[in-house]
């Protein structure tokens, strides 16, 4: 661990006195070296504050961050072996992309001198590496969005840091685009094996490139964990509803032990789902399921197995996505409504208005107490 | 649209486009005594470039000018940085900015006549010198000359090149600042490898607003001047008030727009190639 980064109740509080707000609230992280941590968010979560506070272009109010075994916390930004990859790119404007590219090598800070062969040759080496097939001696206002996020991330890697940050780097391009970027970092994470510290408010763009994801919310971070950890086991309603399309249904558990709760559903169902989480007799959860695990079909027809939840329910919104149908449904009885995902390969189809059960099986369903 | 653009229009031909078309048809004649004889020639203007000493006060007030746009520039930047990078957003910014504006509450004359008691041989700066022993007569360099002249024309248009700095720089997003930093730049290498490139405009910008003003200026010459340093203004109002020479008042006061016109030409064209397009 120690080659890594670690935060420990970190907090950046900005205004002062009673105004003061903390945008970041105890925050502990730690990042091994070589993995690839998306702090994922909705805007003014502390995301961004919390990568500035690594870069170190903010201090914290309090609390410690680490790296590489030592304490940072007051150790300047160009002291820090961290380059940063900002959201509006910040390529210099007078400059073009060679020298933009080899600002890192020829300000004096650079690690040594290099000569202008070398200079060239490391800008053609990480032009190559970024695929930027544009002149280099072209203008940055002359590239468009996808090339300058390329001559920016070469220009962030030439110094060969061992850390790169990205304030939301793919914010601005377009869809097609932002994919195909994705797929170009995780290539470049994976050749260089450098810690990669990225920001993002895409849900999508965070599980497809992390190893590590940090769901943060007011300042906080509410989950870390692998991609398939927060998606499949959220810890909290917040988490649960923030990543992929999740449903919570209130339950009050009636009894559980260890491994198993009994539970009520407003619509009277009474049964069975594992304890995700310690839970106690009488408390009020949240039973969630993820849209693509509940089954639709036509009310009263035959039931699935035994111990299957079902929760009667009208179709109230249709929405065709192409690989997969969207249904929104409003449970009879009880408040709230159901998104489900069906794949648009299956046969069945459900218009507006039909009357539905909705099938869930216990073991997709995770029990959330907060 | 028409409807729009018409007050603008008749404005500009009225207060623009007549009186420089009366201006080049004085210009073309002649003054028997005090008589305006119009005519076709173009003495006047062969009289302004051969004739002292309108080319050589031409070429003084020039100096004059260039003297303030250098001294303007040099005085605005780091005010102008300043404004752009250090002071925090708000009051403090608010005050700053202010404190730029302010002395445009006053009136020229005002601040003109104000460097003549401070300056002058019973000025504040000679009394202070005087009381404490450390002069003995009144310094007379001080006022009176072209020194003075050139002084009292850069504090009253400083505030022009602050403005028109200020505006380049506001433009710099702080990314590129932090970003240069972030790759090791200090603080003098990201001054002179991106904030000063990108500003350069608009010290030019400004440049050629305070040249513009103090070459055309005459009121600065008029109070706190000396005799050989008169501008090329002062010239065109004697010719006009006194020697009742109208034509040759009109010759320079073409020559001036003349030069001026490619001045700014010039300038725009340097401007726009040096522009960064962020």
């Known amino acids: 661990m120690s ?70 916390t007051d150790v300047p930004v160009t002291h820090r072996d961290m380059r940063m990859v900002f959201q509006d790119y910040a390529l210099f404007p007078n400059m073009n992309v060679f020298d933009n590219v080899a600002f890192g090598l020829r300000v004096s800070r650079a690690r040594r001198r290099y000569s202008s062969t070398e200079v060239s040759r490391r800008v053609r080496e990480y032009l190559d590496l ?54 170009e970092l995780k290539r470049i994470h994976k050749e260089l094996g450098k810690t990669f510290i990225y920001v993002t408010h895409d849900q999508e763009e965070a599980l ?14 509410r989950q870390y964990g692998s991609p398939e950890e927060v998606y499949r086991e959220p810890n909290c309603r917040f988490v649960a509803s923030f990543i992929g399309a999740a449903n919570v249904l209130e339950a009050k558990v009636e009894s559980g032990n260890g491994n198993e709760a009994q539970i009520r559903l407003k619509n009277d169902w009474v049964g069975k789902v594992p304890a995700t989480t310690p839970v106690r007799s009488g408390e009020n959860v949240g039973l969630m399921i993820r849209a693509e695990t509940a089954r639709l079909r036509r009310e009263n027809s035959a039931s699935g197995a035994d111990g299957v939840i079902t929760v009667r329910a009208t179709v109230a919104e249709r929405l065709f996505l192409g690989d997969r149908i969207e249904y929104h449904v409003e449970l009879t009885g009880q408040g709230g409504d159901l998104r489900i995902h069906i794949p648009a390969t299956e046969a069945e189809e459900f218009d507006v208005g039909d009357s539905v059960d909705v099938d869930i099986r216990p073991e997709d369903t995770r029990i959330l107490a907060d | 649209m028409l409807f729009w653009l018409a007050p603008p229009i008749l404005w500009f031909t009225v207060f623009m486009l007549v009186p420089y078309a009366m201006l080049f048809y004085y210009s073309l004649g002649s003054v028997n005594y005090v008589t305006f004889e119009p005519g076709f020639s173009a003495a006047n203007f062969i009289k302004v470039f051969t004739t002292q000493p309108y080319l050589g006060v031409m070429l003084k007030s020039a100096k004059l000018g260039l003297m303030t746009a250098i001294f303007t520039s040099i005085l605005a930047y ?34 003109a006549y104000a460097w003549k008691t401070i300056l002058g041989s019973h000025g504040l700066i000679n009394q202070l010198l005087l009381n404490t022993g450390i002069i003995s007569h009144p310094l007379t360099f001080l006022l009176y000359n072209e020194f003075s002249v050139a002084l009292t024309l850069t504090y009253i248009f400083t505030p022009f090149a602050i403005l028109s700095i200020y505006s380049q720089l506001e433009r710099i997003p702080v990314s590129l600042i932090e970003g240069a930093r972030d790759l090791g730049a200090t603080g003098w290498q990201i001054f002179y490898k991106i904030v000063f490139p990108i500003s350069v405009p608009g010290i030019l910008a400004g440049a050629v607003i305070t040249f513009s003003l103090a070459f055309g200026d005459f009121i600065s010459p008029a109070l706190v001047g000396g005799p050989n340093s008169i501008m090329i203004s002062n010239i065109v109002i004697n010719l006009l008030g006194r020697a009742f020479d109208w034509p040759l008042a009109a010759a320079i006061g073409l020559v001036i727009i003349g030069m001026a016109t490619a001045l700014i030409t010039v300038a725009n064209h340097i401007e726009r190639r040096l522009t960064v397009r962020l």
């Open chain 1, 208 to 221: 497809g490139m992390s190893d590590r994801i940090a769901v943060m919310n007011a300042g906080r971070v």
């Open chain 2, 78 to 111: 780091p005010v102008a940085f300043c404004l752009a990078f250090y002071a925090p957003a708000g009051r403090a910014k608010n005050f700053l900015y202010m404190l730029v504006i302010v002395p445009w509450w006053a009136s020229y004359l005002v601040k």
């Open chain 1, 130 to 183: 970024v695929q930027l097939s544009e002149q280099p001696t072209r203008m940055p206002h002359q590239l468009s969005g996808g090339q300058r996020q390329r001559v920016a991330l070469a220009r962030a890697l030439i110094t060969d840091p061992s850390v790169v940050l990205f304030d939301e780097p793919l914010g601005s391009l377009d869809a097609k685009l932002r994919k195909a970027m994705q797929v």
């Open chain 1, 3 to 72: 080659s890594g980064i670690e935060l420990r109740d970190v907090v950046k509080s900005f205004g002062q006195g009673g105004d003061a707000v903390a945008a970041v609230n105890s925050v502990n992280l730690d990042v091994e070296h070589g993995q690839f941590l998306t702090l994922l968010g909705a805007s003014g979560c502390g995301k961004t504050t919390t990568l500035r506070l690594i870069a170190g272009f903010e201090s914290p109010t309090s609390g410690e961050i680490r790296f590489q075994g030592r304490n940072v």
